[in-house]
């Protein structure tokens, strides 16, 4: 397969797939004339990077996932050590963005939006709470 098969294929634009090869996620095969040649195990290691990068895994988190793939003898605890520690931080940031938005609806509520230049908003940015030392 060429790059725009492969790319079509695993729902992955061919910059993506490009940049995947130049630090060494995936290793398609030259043609003679230089031309990537896609084998369909390159096109299941897109699609498995392709889902591992959409629930938010790292690069080097999908890294570790697709040696743990490849490893026949790894222990599964091994993979479910990385999918927790990354389920942590999604759990962390979705309690940070729930309190950015109890934060941010606070101010807007607050605000009259009228014509008038007091601002609740502006207000409460401008204020130091805990933040920059």
Partial sequence: ????????????????????EDIGLIRPLRSDNGYRAFRESDLHKLAFIGRARGLGF????????????????????????????????????ITELRAMEATLQTLVSACAGDDRPDCPILTGLAEAKDCCG
């Fill in 1 to 20: 397969m060429n790059i725009g098969d492969v790319a079509a294929r695993a729902g992955l634009p061919a910059k993506t797939i490009r940049y995947y």
């Fill in 58 to 93: 790292s690069i080097e988190e999908c890294r570790r996932l697709l040696a743990l793939y490849d490893d026949r003898q790894r222990a599964s605890s091994d993979v479910k050590a990385l999918a927790q520690t990354h389920l942590t931080q999604i759990a962390a940031k």
